[in-house]
Structures are given as structure tokens and as C-alpha cells.
T-cell receptor, first 112, second 113 residues
Framework: NAGVTQTPKFQVLKTGQSMTLQCAQD?????MSWYRQDPGMGLRLIHY???????DQGEVPNGYNVSRSTTEDFPLRLLSAAPSQTSVYFC???????????FGPGTRLTVT | GENVEQHPSTLSVQEGDSAVIKCTYS??????FPWYKQELGKRPQLIID?????GEKKDQRIAVTLNKTAKHFSLHITETQPEDSAVYFC????????????FGAGTTVTVRA
């Protein structure tokens, strides 16, 4: 199993550009989520999904959209990039609400 | 929602000594408390977790204790080794419909040789 994969690993955007961060898992997990990690602020939940077709907002959802058309994929879309979105983004999947979360390798995003 | 506070933010220990990280949570209904370790440039990985029906759990040199009355839980690492140097995150899960795992801000542990 590949586990949780994310692409790209690095990305530089200009302010106002849009892009999609890809996330996929091959463990048949129902629950998937996106976090951003900033220095001194831990991991903050952006959006999450409890199954295909179901998504909900986390702690910091503004400026991001998600969709979950399949169990495997959970892409994160930045609508109009801003410097405040410079961060490391982690996707995670889990077999249940209160079980181990398996994180992807992360995407380091810089917005100039 | 749940609010998790983690202390200290940095911790330096001599190799062989013990390290203790403490977290407090705000909602007494939280029932699942995992700890994640993140090495430099790597993804967070679960090292130990505890549920609210248990007071303590051990796994070799790592242990977690939970005090539900005081709403705090702690990670204990004994006989620290250089490979224990990493950022450690605590988290608390609040049930009730939303899938919300709230993380602490992290503790950077440095083990001095």
C-alpha cells in the first residue's frame, strides 16, 4: 500500500493564482482531512470529509474548497492564493473518527 | 469546540533523562487523546494514544497519563535517546457528530548527547 500520497511536494504561487493540492489514499478509509501547519500553531483543520460526497468545514476554511467524489481522493483547492496561505499542508486519512490518522508527506506552499 | 493547550513549547533534556509534556483540554466530553511525533521535514506519526476509560498507557519508553477530572494528559518519555528529538503534538477528539480532532501547538524536544 502507498498509504496517503500528496502532490505536489513543493509549489510557489503568485498572489491571486489558483491551484489544487492532490491527496489520495489506498486504505479504503472513510475519513479524510486537510491541515495546515504553521510555526508555533500546530496543525489546524481546514476541511474534512466523513465519506464520499460529504464534506464539512474545519477551523480555518476560508479561501479553500474541497470535494470528495470518491473514497480515495480528497483534493484541496485554493481559490485565489494569498501570502497568508503560505504554509505546509498535510492531508490525512483515518478508518474512524477516533482512530489513528495517517498523514501524507505534505505540500510546502509559498505564495508571493 | 475543543481547545488544547500544550506546554512547554520547547524542551531540552540530557540523553538518558526523562521528558514530560503536558496538555490541557477544555471540553470534558473529549474522549480520545493521541500523541504524534514529527521529525524534521517529515509527516506527523502516531506514537501513542489513550481513551477516556483508561488512566494510563505504556509502550516501552513512552507512557501517557490522563486525568479526566483536571482535564489534562501528559506524555512521558523515559531514558531519552537522540532519536527522540522531534516535535511532539498532543490532540483531543470531541465526539458528537463533527469529526474534529484539535491539536496542541507542539513541543520541540531536543535530546543533548
Amino acid at each position: 500500500n502507498a498509504g496517503v500520497t500528496q502532490t505536489p511536494k513543493f509549489q510557489v504561487l503568485k498572489t491571486g493564482q489558483s491551484m489544487t493540492l492532490q491527496c489520495a489514499q489506498d486504505m479504503n478509509h472513510e475519513y479524510m482531512s486537510w491541515y495546515r501547519q504553521d510555526p508555533g500553531m500546530g496543525l489546524r483543520l481546514i476541511h474534512y470529509s466523513v465519506g464520499a460526497g460529504i464534506t464539512d468545514q474545519g477551523e480555518v476554511p476560508n479561501g479553500y474548497n474541497v470535494s470528495r467524489s470518491t473514497t480515495e481522493d480528497f483534493p484541496l483547492r485554493l481559490l485565489s492564493a494569498a501570502p497568508s496561505q503560505t504554509s505546509v499542508y498535510f492531508c490525512a486519512s483515518s478508518p474512524g473518527t477516533d482512530y489513528e490518522q495517517y498523514f501524507g508527506p505534505g505540500t510546502r506552499l509559498t505564495v508571493t | 469546540g475543543e481547545n488544547v493547550e500544550q506546554h512547554p513549547s520547547t524542551l531540552s533534556v540530557q540523553e538518558g533523562d526523562s521528558a514530560v509534556i503536558k496538555c490541557t483540554y477544555s471540553d470534558s466530553a473529549s474522549n480520545y487523546f493521541p500523541w504524534y511525533k514529527q521529525e524534521l521535514g517529515k509527516r506527523p506519526q502516531l506514537i501513542i494514544d489513550i481513551r477516556s476509560n483508561v488512566g494510563e498507557k505504556k509502550d516501552q519508553r513512552i507512557a501517557v497519563t490522563l486525568n479526566k477530572t483536571a482535564k489534562h494528559f501528559s506524555l512521558h518519555i523515559t531514558e531519552t535517546q537522540p532519536e527522540d528529538s522531534a516535535v511532539y503534538f498532543c490532540a483531543a477528539f470531541l465526539p458528537g457528530g463533527d469529526y474534529k480532532l484539535s491539536f496542541g501547538a507542539g513541543t520541540t524536544v531536543t535530546v543533548r548527547a
